[in-house]
Nanobody, 119 residues
């Protein structure tokens, strides 16, 4: 497994931007599919974005397409989520997750970072 630590959350006004970072331990970071999920109060955790090891394959939830960008720096063992044009409905705890090569599920999770968007 890989250990994940998120950072970069905070309070921002609607229309603003934030960049989340997720630092991972482990020498095989580049082999993992990395993803971002979020959970708003009273709601189920939902998928936000994911990327393969090379970022040539990226996927986004419809609700964030065109506003969020996932990227990764394998040399730094870090994955990012650039969030632009933030909306109040983006308010949630954001989690970083790792899916090992050959697996069909995200098995390692960070502790989460709070993002609050004020309208």
């Amino acid at each position: 497994q890989v250990h994940l630590v998120e950072s970069g959350g905070g309070l921002v006004q609607a229309g603003g931007s934030l960049r989340l970072s997720c630092a991972a331990s482990g020498r095989t970071f580049s082999s993992y599919i990395m993803g971002w999920f979020r959970q708003a109060p009273g709601k189920e955790r939902e998928f936000v974005a994911s990327t393969s090891w090379s970022t040539s394959n990226t996927y986004y939830a419809d609700s964030v397409k065109g506003r969020f960008t996932i990227s990764r720096d394998n040399a730094k063992n870090t994955v990012y989520l650039q969030m632009n044009s933030l909306k109040a409905e983006d308010t949630a705890v954001y989690y970083c997750a790792a899916q090992p090569s050959g697996s069909r599920r995200f098995s390692s999770w960070g502790q989460g970072t709070q993002v609050t968007v004020s309208s």
